[in-house]
């Protein structure tokens, strides 16, 4: 039996060693990661008063990381929290092609909760109204929202839980100011134009890259979003690389543009619906 030299077995020994801690830093690595996004969770949730006592959340499910995140962190909470609420999980397949309609179904079976699977062709719609070459995210967008609308109403679910996140806000934001001249983003929580639904993002405080190692470490069965084949050419990816590359070049700038979204001071603008500019005047204490 040949002898194994004594350098070998150091360097075997070595490299178990050091495989073995790094698995135990990625554990601990991913334990800390899903504290953190269960504290923001639950601080966004708590700020904006978007849970209470016997609310019938409904999650919308889109099959992205965002989602799937946001329903898992949801169900731990509701493990802790201090009230009760019911949560039911909703995925709208608006028969894209190539999309795999049994990812969803199987993997919320496997999570014991109550969803429904609404079947509607708004694909077919899009492409028929909206020329080649042009985003159909806007269009889409809004034949959905109607869609969910109806859903919560049959469901009767007091609230709609939607997969919005940090950097969805900050791009929202401008998004409005470069194309739409207006300082408007994406609130927290929000009442519905017709004043029927009230809709929750409980991912307000989470960044996106946190969602992205999330994903990774729960290996959440994710769906593409490109099988409409217009994602990559709409102004909010051009907002996202430029907003990703003021990232890189100054640290932090998403953080700071996102608390100045709850920072607001209305005086200083230019919105006379905001603030009273013409009744502005010297007070007496001043002449």
Same mark, same amino acid.
């Given at each position: ?20 801690e ?21 601080? +966004?949730? &708590?700020?904006? %008063? ?11 499910m889109? *099959? $992205? #990381? ?32 190539g ?12 999570l ?16 028929r ?17 109607g ?5 919560a109403?049959?469901l009767?679910?007091?609230?709609? +839980?939607? &997969?919005?996140? %940090? ?5 929202t934001?401008?998004l409005?100011?470069?194309? *739409? $001249? #207006?300082?408007?983003?994406?609130p ?9 639904n ?6 307000a ?23 409409c ?18 990232e ?9 543009i ?11 603008l ?15 204490m001043?002449?």
């Amino acid at each position: 039996m040949p002898v194994v030299p004594y350098q070998m077995k150091r360097e075997f020994f070595a490299t178990v060693i050091e495989r073995v801690e790094k698995v135990k830093k990625l554990a601990f690595d991913n334990h800390k990661l899903e504290k953190r996004l269960c504290r923001l969770v639950g601080q +966004a949730t &708590g700020d904006y %008063r978007m849970l209470e006592a016997g609310d019938r959340l409904m999650v919308c499910m889109s *099959g $992205g #990381k965002d989602s799937y995140a946001m329903l898992d962190i949801l169900m731990k909470l509701r493990e802790r929290a201090p009230i009760d609420f019911e949560i039911v999980a909703v995925n709208l397949d608006q028969k894209q092609p190539g999309f795999p309609n049994y990812i969803l179904p199987d993997y919320l079976r496997s999570l014991g909760i109550s969803f429904h699977i609404e079947y509607q062709d708004t694909y077919s719609i899009v492409k028929r109204l909206v020329p080649e070459g042009k985003t159909t995210c806007s269009l889409c967008s809004r034949l959905r929202r109607g869609i969910l609308y109806r859903i919560a109403g049959e469901l009767r679910a007091t609230k709609i +839980a939607l &997969g919005h996140h %940090r950097d969805d806000i900050v791009e929202t934001f401008f998004l409005n100011l470069f194309y *739409g $001249g #207006k300082l408007k983003g994406m609130p927290p929580k929000l009442r519905s134009d017709d004043g029927k639904n009230i809709l929750i993002r409980p991912l307000a405080y989470v960044k996106e890259s946190d969602l992205e190692r999330y994903a990774v470490y729960k290996q959440f069965p994710i769906i593409p979003c490109n099988l409409c084949g217009s994602e990559s050419n709409s102004k909010r990816a051009q907002v996202k690389m430029l907003i990703d590359e003021w990232e890189k070049q100054y640290p932090g700038r998403i953080e700071s543009i996102f608390r100045a979204l709850g920072n607001v001071t209305p005086s200083h603008l230019m919105d006379d619906r905001l603030h009273d500019f013409k009744s502005l005047g010297l007070s007496e204490m001043s002449i």
